[in-house]
Every structure is written in structure tokens, then in C-alpha cells.
């Protein structure tokens, strides 16, 4: 396929993942932001009025750099997995396959489809904390590159999982089972320095440690973890989770029967 082919499939592609999201926006675009405002409200101001200050800095400004990249990594997982599966399941994805689309354009498609949704919700919710707290940008280059791979891992997660679902179920079951609780344990809501050597230790095996705090330094200028060394793994999940997804769909897995 020529260059401008090429591009074409890709540009079809994401545009059709744009406007699969945002065409039914009441379910992909609002729910995270009313669910962030509650996390705001109750978190930020509520709780955050008793603890006082985190890391040196208020405690409503210290979590909203990790509510951001929360919703970022739940929206561009949900978004591929749940558009792909729903493709594979309807058995029109064998259409896609069978065309000369190289696997690297599919791919690359539903990732960069996944980012869009996942980095809009993202810009959302941070203009929504503003409405909470004052931000100040320490470092827009370690805060940019790490909010977009993050956003492009997290959507090759989503495919990786919707090739290997057999039904509706099994979409939801690395969301629940996985995401949430790293999530949670990822220091969005505490700095791991108030942990035991043990748990500082076991928390340093998180890998969302180290994209929430790389995102942290780039707006507020402090972290758990040396920025460079958060994107240098973000580089590294990202590599390996490609080499998986184009192996799985040269060989067709969950797709071919």
C-alpha cells in the first residue's frame, strides 16, 4: 500500500473512534467528569481540610495531578477494549483483517483512537480543577510526554484485553481486578514516603506509581520517583505491550477460529 493509503485507513480508523465516543458523550464524556467532581468535593476539600498538607503542598492541589491521569487511564482502557471487542464480537473485524490494512495501522488506529478519548477526558478534568485549586506547570515537556504514553499504554492494554475476551465479561474483569486496585495503591491520594520500608518497597512494583508521579513533578515539581525514570518505564510497558498486541494479531488470536 502506498503512503497515502496507508494514512487513509489510519485517519478512517480514528475518526471513527472519535465519533463513536463522542457521539454517545453522555456515557463516555460525562460520567468520569461527575465522578472526578465528587472525588474534588469529597476528597479535596472535605478530607483534604483535616490531613492539611501532603508532600509540602496543600493536599487538594497534591492529588488532582493524580485524579487527572486516573481518569486518562480509565477512559483510553475502557475505549479500546470496549470498541474492539464489540467489533470481534460482531465479527466485523474479520472484514478489517482480510483487507491490506497492515496490523501495525489497526493498531495503531484503535491506540491513537483510545488517546483521544482518554486525553479529552484528561483536559476536561483539568480544567475542572480549577475550579478546586491553583495549578502552576513546573515542567510542560515531562508533564506532556508523560500524560500521552501513558494514554497510548494504557489503550494497547485495552487491546490486548478485548483480542483475548470470548464474552462481554471479560472485558470488565482487568478493570475491576486490576486497575482499580493499582490505582488506588499508585499514590494518587498519599506520597509513598509515609509508608514502611516493606510497602514503599512493594509500591515501587506498581507501575502507575510511576506515571502518576511523573505527571505530579511535571505540573507541581515534586515526586515519589525520579521523573526520568517513570517515562523511561512508561517506554519500556509500552514497547513490550506492542511486540504482544502485533504478534496476537499476526496470529489472529481471539479472532480466528
Not at 491490506?100 to 480544567?127: E, K, Q, Y
Not at 498519599?190 to 510497602?199: E, G, M, R, T, V
Request: charged share 10%; net charge positive.
Amino acid at each position: 500500500m502506498s503512503s497515502a493509503a496507508l494514512f487513509t485507513a489510519f485517519k478512517t480508523i480514528v475518526v471513527k473512534e472519535i465519533r463513536r465516543f463522542t457521539r454517545i458523550w453522555v456515557q463516555t464524556l460525562l460520567p468520569p467528569v461527575i465522578t472526578m467532581t465528587l472525588y474534588f468535593i469529597i476528597f479535596g476539600n472535605l478530607i483534604g481540610s483535616r490531613i492539611g498538607q501532603m508532600g509540602g503542598l496543600d493536599y487538594m492541589a497534591f492529588i488532582v495531578p493524580g485524579l487527572i491521569m486516573m481518569s486518562v487511564i480509565t477512559n483510553s482502557y475502557a475505549n479500546v477494549v470496549s470498541s474492539f471487542f464489540s467489533m470481534k464480537f460482531q465479527r466485523n473485524i474479520e472484514e478489517l483483517l482480510v483487507s491490506p490494512v497492515p496490523n501495525w495501522i489497526i493498531l495503531a488506529g484503535w491506540v491513537c483512537g483510545g488517546m483521544a478519548r482518554g486525553l479529552s477526558i484528561g483536559l476536561i478534568v483539568t480544567v475542572l480543577s480549577l475550579a478546586f485549586t491553583n495549578l502552576t506547570i513546573h515542567n510542560l515537556g515531562i508533564m506532556v510526554t508523560t500524560v500521552f504514553l501513558t494514554s497510548a499504554l494504557f489503550s494497547l492494554g485495552g487491546f490486548i484485553n478485548a483480542m483475548l475476551a470470548t464474552k462481554f465479561d471479560d472485558i470488565s474483569i482487568v478493570p475491576t481486578f486490576v486497575l482499580t486496585p493499582l490505582t488506588y495503591l499508585g499514590g494518587v491520594f498519599y506520597s509513598i514516603d509515609l509508608l514502611p520500608d516493606f510497602w514503599r518497597g512493594v509500591s515501587m512494583a506498581n507501575p502507575i506509581l510511576y506515571m502518576v508521579n511523573g505527571f505530579r513533578y511535571g505540573i507541581l515539581g515534586v515526586s515519589d520517583v525520579n521523573p526520568f525514570v517513570s517515562l523511561g518505564m512508561i517506554l519500556v510497558f509500552i514497547t513490550v505491550l506492542t511486540i504482544i498486541a502485533l504478534r496476537m494479531l499476526a496470529r489472529g488470536k481471539g479472532i480466528r477460529h
